[in-house]
């Protein structure tokens, strides 16, 4: 069975960064794609960044090109995701999921995590 277990969520002036973690179990898959997705308030759930287990490729949403870095460690099973000169419109609870689409797409995903809520203060 996969777990994904999401930590690193916290409050944070603007300008300010995080570092979110995704530990992940069960994969018995040898490709994958693993990546974040959040949600704010009466918002949908959007795409983040995804990377491919299989040639590392990484994937952003427009909103955090340049901002937001997303890196894997195979040895820990352990999906990180680099925040950086966050904004308050980046508030919102921060999912891990995986699944095998290489897309910005939550419908693509076949297993979360439980969220993390990231907060960022103006």
């Known amino acids: 069975e996969v777990q994904l277990q999401a930590s690193g969520g916290g409050l944070v002036q603007a300008g300010g960064s995080l570092r979110l973690s995704c530990a992940g179990s069960?994969?018995?898959?040898?490709?994958?794609?693993i990546g974040w997705f959040r949600q704010a308030p009466g918002k949908e759930r959007e795409g983040v960044s995804v990377?491919?287990?299989?040639?590392?490729?990484?994937y952003y949403a427009d909103s955090v090109k340049g901002r937001f870095a997303i890196s894997g460690d195979n040895a820990k099973s352990t999906v990180y995701l680099q925040m950086n000169n966050l904004k308050p419109e980046d508030t919102a609870v921060y999912y891990c999921?995986?699944?095998?689409?290489?897309?910005?797409?939550?419908?693509?995903?076949?297993?979360w995590g439980k969220g993390t809520q990231v907060t960022v203060s103006s």
């Open positions: 999921a995986a699944g095998f689409d290489v897309a910005l797409i939550p419908d693509g995903m076949d297993y």
């Open positions: 069960g994969f018995t898959y040898p490709d994958y794609v």
């Open positions: 990377i491919s287990s299989s040639d590392g490729s990484t």
